[in-house]
């Protein structure tokens, strides 16, 4: 079992940034595989960022390459999505999700919400 907490949510303008955070209740995020989804109401949830945590390796959404940044923060249970340059079309409900992984590949080929067992109860993120 595996227990996910999003924080970090909040209003901000045009071109600010945010940084969310994913607390989890096991130990370590070792060989799992996390990601970052979004979604507003009427529109599909949509994968932003994974991360590998075995590796290091990342996968982004063309929508936020360059300007989102998913990485394990200093705290060994804890992975952060830092965004930058933000605009209103990012505005959403923003998930953190885990799934088990064993290598690399069966990782960043998880880009969809079937995909991964585990889910937080979301954070808003609204940009004007």
């Known amino acids: 079992h595996v227990q996910l907490v999003e924080s970090g949510g909040g209003s901000v303008q045009t071109g600010g940034s945010l940084r969310l955070s994913c607390a989890a209740s096991v130990s370590t995020y070792n060989s799992y595989c996390i990601a970052w989804f979004r979604q507003t109401p009427g529109k599909e949830r949509e994968g932003v960022a994974v991360?590998?945590?075995?590796?290091?390796?990342?996968y982004y959404t063309d929508s936020v390459k360059g300007r989102f940044t998913i990485s394990q923060d200093n705290a060994k249970n804890t992975m952060a999505l830092q965004m930058n340059s933000l605009k209103p079309e990012d505005t959403a409900m923003y998930y953190c999700?885990?799934?088990?992984?064993?290598?690399?590949?069966?990782?960043?080929?998880?880009?969809?919400?079937?995909?991964?067992?585990?889910w937080g109860q979301g954070t808003q993120v609204t940009v004007s």
């Open positions: 999700a885990a799934e088990w992984a064993r290598y690399n590949a069966d990782c960043l080929s998880r880009r969809g919400p079937d995909e991964y067992k585990y």
């Open positions: 991360i590998f945590l075995h590796a290091g390796t990342t």
